[in-house]
């Protein structure tokens, strides 16, 4: 049983809360979804992901922001899988007409009569680049890799 599959069984209210939205609002997504995914794939192979587990995927996502680790864990699914849903839900609910996405900087605008600036600032930590050695690299490099053989004094 997918993640989908589970929210459809709850009642209204625990929809709300898993989810972050009603079930009239999660239905017009999965149309806009639906309407886009029929336009980009008109000939091919079947989804590997149904569109519903996708939008699950990406409003999971949102609303605990979970690392794709996580989330690939519990639903058996590769984190590039579920990184690729969320992007592809994102990207088709922000063009759409239909679901207004505000923008946060729309949604936190100051009034008129304040003249500060709220800015937002959005880090994924899930993605770090690799720490190499700066110290004692001397005595674990061989270099074998590039042909010069340094002489290391035990």
């Given amino acids: 049983m997918n993640a989908y599959e589970k929210i459809e069984k709850l009642k209204d209210k625990d929809f709300k809360l898993i989810t972050g939205t009603t079930r009239e609002v999660f239905y017009e997504m999965i ?7 029929a336009e980009e794939h008109t ?3 079947q989804p590997g992901l149904p569109v519903e587990l ?6 999971e996502y949102w609303r ?7 989330m690939a864990n519990d ?3 590769s984190k590039t899988a579920i990184n690729k849903a969320v992007i592809w839900v994102e990207n088709v609910l922000s063009e759409s007409e239909e679901i207004k996405m505000k923008d946060l900087k729309e949604r ?10 709220i800015e937002v600032l959005l880090t994924d930590v899930e993605e770090q680049p690799i720490e190499r050695p700066k110290y004692n690299q001397e005595q ?15």
């Fill in 54 to 59: 996708k939008l699950t995927l990406a409003l």
């Fill in 43 to 45: 000939r091919g192979r």
């Fill in 31 to 37: 149309e806009v979804l639906k309407r886009k995914y």
């Fill in 75 to 77: 639903h058996q699914i």
């Fill in 140 to 154: 674990s490099y061989s270099g074998k890799k590039n042909g010069i053989q340094r002489n290391i004094k035990s």
């Fill in 64 to 70: 605990e922001y979970r690392s794709f680790r996580h």
């Fill in 108 to 117: 936190f605008k100051p009034n008129e009569e304040e003249k500060a600036e």
